[in-house]
């Protein structure tokens, strides 16, 4: 008896197939409203958002390798030779990328950089082969 109880409660409990049709039939149609073109307006959607930030830009004027000991023994008043050359310009970089290069000016009792060249953002291969 206890298997013909078993058999009765498979018929009455609708199986996956049955169960994936149903949910098929109980869908509803949705309707998209057409996607257009529209200027973003707010406070939290203006440019002007960007423009207030500021970036922190890092100035290398060259750069060289010496041995631990000779790092070590250095003082004040020591001097460390770079591999640049005093005529080429110093990389200015933003976010660890160049962006630019220019010379070392004073303005005032401060150093300053005048940029000399903006380099090609769109074409990042050309600032590599350059460095």
Known sequence: MAETTETVEEKQQPS???????????????????????????PGNSIDLLLDMEAEITVSIGKTQIPIKQLLQLAPGSVIKLQKNIEEPADLYLN???????SIVVVEDSFAIKITDVLNVMNPDSQQQEQ
């Open 96 to 102: 660890e990328s160049r962006f630019a290069t220019g």
């Open 16 to 42: 996956d197939a049955e169960t994936q049709e149903q949910s098929k039939t109980s869908a509803q149609s949705v309707e998209f409203e057409q996607a257009g073109e529209s200027v973003a307006k707010g």
